[in-house]
């Protein structure tokens, strides 16, 4: 057999269960490795509460450029009740935030599909969600979870404000919608942008910015506009309408977890951050499952690895 180029794994376990999920991925690394001839190689790291307690950080310079390194990071969980405490900027989930951005890792890819073995562990009935698969396709790197200013700050009256800026450009909107567009064309052809045009200037422009995308590039795909709201009311409703959904970082986060459970349960289901490609047509991908940490059932041996 022809070797293949060796390439390189930072694997993150971080908290909880994460652990215990990366340990059964890097069985299965390895089985790639002995029996395809491929030579994965596997780096590790700390990351979240793990690497907080170590070391103060939730993610240290050293992990992070081992990160830039590698071809992929794949990640457990991070977080859990034992670093609520933590200053906002320390905790745990701000290494995964980090991880985005500074990858730009714009691009997140989540899938909801209901497998016919487990139809019964939805809470809808089983016509409404056996067959189901939804991919949903959620804007990472911008939005009101990075835009400035923000903050929390005393105003004049003895208050406080709490300020969060939801902002987003062309080129932001248009390269995640165009990674939703070739997404439909490989699966049933069809995309539902998701956002608030009717009440936010930059719920408008998105609106505008996936349509003009669409005119110009992509006239065999069925595009369809729905507010976010109507989406979270539809997903229950009627969700297999939805082929691919592209939506923003904030409508992204609440409706793909809304979706996960038309499947059963958030804890089934993975996701992937993926970058833009390079001249030679890789990109830098982030790969996790999208449920927490689950310190509840850690060490206990039966987190389910899929």
Same mark, same amino acid.
């Given at each position: 057999?022809?070797? @293949?180029?060796?390439?390189?794994?930072?694997? *993150?376990?971080?908290?909880?269960?994460?652990?215990?999920?990366?340990?059964?991925?890097?069985?299965?690394?390895?089985?790639?490795?002995?029996?395809?001839?491929?030579?994965? &190689?596997?780096?590790?790291?700390?990351?979240?509460?793990?690497?907080?307690?170590?070391?103060?950080?939730?993610?240290?310079?050293?992990?992070?450029?081992?990160?830039?390194?590698?071809?992929?990071?794949? !990640?457990?969980?991070?977080?859990?009740?034992?670093?609520?405490?933590?200053?906002?900027?320390?905790?745990?989930?701000?290494?995964?935030?980090?991880?985005?951005?500074? *990858?730009?890792?714009?691009?997140? *890819?989540?899938?909801?599909?209901?497998?016919?073995?487990?139809?019964?562990?939805?809470?809808?009935?089983? &016509?409404?969600?056996?067959?189901?698969?939804?991919?949903?396709?959620?804007?990472?790197?911008?939005?009101?979870?990075?835009?400035?200013?923000?903050?929390?700050?005393?105003?004049?009256?003895?208050?406080?404000?709490?300020?969060?800026?939801?902002?987003?450009?062309?080129?932001?909107?248009?390269?995640?919608?165009?990674?939703?567009?070739?997404?439909?064309?490989?699966?049933?052809?069809?995309?539902?942008?998701?956002?608030?045009?009717?009440?936010?200037?930059?719920?408008?422009?998105?609106?505008?910015?996936?349509?003009?995308?669409?005119?110009?590039?992509?006239?065999?795909?069925?595009?369809?506009?729905?507010?976010?709201?109507?989406?979270?009311?539809? *997903?229950?409703?009627?969700?297999?309408?939805?082929?691919? @959904?592209?939506?923003?970082? !904030?409508?992204?986060?609440?409706?793909?977890?809304?979706?996960?459970?038309?499947?059963?349960?958030?804890?089934?289901?993975?996701?992937?951050?993926?970058?833009?490609?390079?001249?030679?047509?890789?990109?830098?991908?982030?790969?996790?499952?999208?449920?927490?940490?689950?310190?509840?059932?850690?060490?206990?041996?039966?987190?389910?690895?899929?």
């Amino acid at each position: 057999m022809i070797k @293949i180029k060796k390439r390189k794994f930072l694997l *993150l376990p971080g908290d909880g269960i994460g652990p215990e999920v990366i340990g059964e991925v890097k069985k299965i690394i390895q089985w790639y490795n002995k029996n395809k001839s491929l030579d994965f &190689e596997i780096e590790e790291g700390l990351a979240g509460g793990i690497s907080y307690d170590k070391h103060g950080t939730p993610i240290t310079d050293e992990v992070f450029y081992k990160a830039l390194e590698c071809e992929a990071v794949i !990640l457990g969980a991070v977080g859990g009740p034992k670093w609520d405490n933590v200053e906002f900027s320390k905790k745990p989930e701000r290494a995964l935030l980090k991880l985005r951005k500074e *990858l730009k890792l714009f691009a997140n *890819l989540r899938p909801a599909i209901c497998f016919k073995q487990l139809v019964e562990a939805s809470t809808l009935k089983p &016509e409404v969600v056996s067959g189901l698969d939804i991919m949903i396709v959620r804007e990472l790197t911008g939005g009101i979870y990075f835009g400035e200013p923000r903050g929390i700050k005393p105003i004049d009256n003895g208050e406080r404000k709490g300020i969060n800026t939801h902002t987003y450009t062309t080129s932001e909107i248009q390269r995640v919608a165009r990674v939703a567009f070739d997404l439909a064309k490989k699966r049933q052809n069809k995309v539902t942008s998701c956002e608030k045009s009717n009440v936010m200037e930059a719920g408008l422009l998105w609106k505008e910015e996936v349509q003009d995308l669409h005119d110009k590039e992509f006239k065999d795909v069925e595009l369809n506009h729905m507010l976010a709201d109507n989406c979270a009311m539809q *997903l229950l409703r009627n969700p297999k309408q939805f082929d691919v @959904i592209v939506t923003d970082n !904030l409508f992204g986060d609440m409706l793909s977890d809304q979706a996960s459970m038309l499947t059963g349960s958030l804890g089934l289901l993975p996701s992937a951050s993926l970058g833009a490609k390079n001249k030679e047509g890789q990109m830098r991908a982030m790969y996790e499952p999208i449920h927490g940490s689950a310190p509840d059932i850690a060490g206990k041996g039966i987190a389910n690895p899929i």
